[in-house]
């Protein structure tokens, strides 16, 4: 049994670098989040089909908010008590889709900013007996084209 494993299996990998996984319709290039593996959500394509790829390690912040209070089960909180996290939406660098996440540890709301550039981390999520589940977050990078977080 692996000690790490994603929280949800197909929806990202965990290899370094790791890379969130969706489908892309061969007929008309369209992408989707997470990968379904059927039908093009294109509603000018009648594609059935939808090949798996990794998707863009980066991209920009489209909007971000934070928890400020505890999530209900299944949400179980890495701290007692809890302590409120970041979440973004990030519009993918190639892809140019939305992808909802948190935000990487260490990082708040005070980090970040519609336009920001963020990259795509694997961080442990909660532990299950002997195993570690691992989800995605996104992590600001300073200073990659950024010009309006400057000098805070
Ligand atoms: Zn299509």
Redesign the pocket.
């Known amino acids: 049994m692996p000690a790490a494993v994603p929280v949800i299996e197909g929806w990202f990998t965990v290899d370094e670098p790791p890379a969130l996984l969706g489908g892309r319709?061969p007929?008309?290039g369209?992408y989707q989040f997470p990968p379904t593996g059927t039908w093009?959500p294109?509603p000018g394509?009648d594609?059935d089909q939808m090949a798996t790829v990794p998707l863009s390690r980066t991209g920009r912040v489209w909007s971000y908010t934070d928890a400020q209070y505890q999530p209900p089960a299944p949400y179980v909180s890495p701290s007692d008590p809890y302590r409120p996290f970041a979440i973004a939406a990030v519009s993918l660098e190639k892809e140019q889709i939305v992808i909802l996440g948190q935000v990487a540890d260490g990082f708040g709301v005070g980090d970040l900013h519609v336009g920001a550039p963020v990259e795509l981390v694997v961080e442990p999520l909660e532990r299950d007996g002997e195993q570690t589940k691992l989800v995605w977050r996104w992590r600001p990078i300073s200073g990659a084209g950024d010009h309006e977080g400057e000098a805070r």
């Open positions: 319709c007929a008309c369209t093009c294109n394509c594609s």
